[in-house]
């Protein structure tokens, strides 16, 4: 299950230097609902590997500022304590992976 981020929480994720993957959305963004369930299903496949999550952007604005968060959803991933990739927009389960997997 993706684990719901807040501010606090995503940055000590990015910090620990592991693996995070968060998807930054909103309530009232279409495809970030459409997206959710892709998320969902990637926690479920790789969050023995991963720190894979979900941030609401309403709710939480220091990370979404940081990363320069314009569109949404947007896809972080990181590696190291420093994001080294990102989707945007309504994507597939295997375009999430194709990122994902080279990190793990």
Same mark, same amino acid.
């Given at each position: 299950?993706?684990?719901?981020?807040?501010?606090?929480?995503? &940055?000590?994720?990015?910090? #620990?230097?592991?693996?995070?993957?968060?998807?930054?959305?909103?309530?009232? !963004?279409? @495809? !970030?609902?459409?997206?959710?369930?892709?998320?969902?299903?990637?926690?479920?496949?790789?969050?023995? &590997?991963?720190?894979?999550?979900?941030?609401?952007?309403?709710?939480?604005?220091?990370?979404?500022?940081?990363?320069?968060?314009?569109?949404? @959803?947007?896809?972080?991933?990181?590696?190291?304590?420093?994001?080294?990739?990102? #989707?945007?927009?309504?994507?597939?389960?295997?375009?999430?992976?194709?990122?994902?997997? @080279?990190?793990?």
């Amino acid at each position: 299950m993706a684990i719901q981020f807040t501010d606090q929480t995503a &940055k000590e994720a990015i910090e #620990s230097g592991k693996t995070v993957v968060i998807d930054f959305w909103a309530t009232w !963004c279409g @495809p !970030c609902m459409k997206l959710g369930p892709v998320v969902e299903e990637l926690a479920e496949k790789y969050g023995d &590997k991963a720190i894979i999550g979900k941030l609401n952007i309403d709710e939480n604005d220091e990370i979404v500022a940081e990363n320069r968060i314009r569109s949404i @959803p947007t896809v972080l991933f990181f590696k190291g304590g420093e994001a080294v990739d990102r #989707s945007v927009g309504l994507v597939k389960l295997e375009d999430l992976e194709s990122k994902l997997l @080279p990190l793990l």
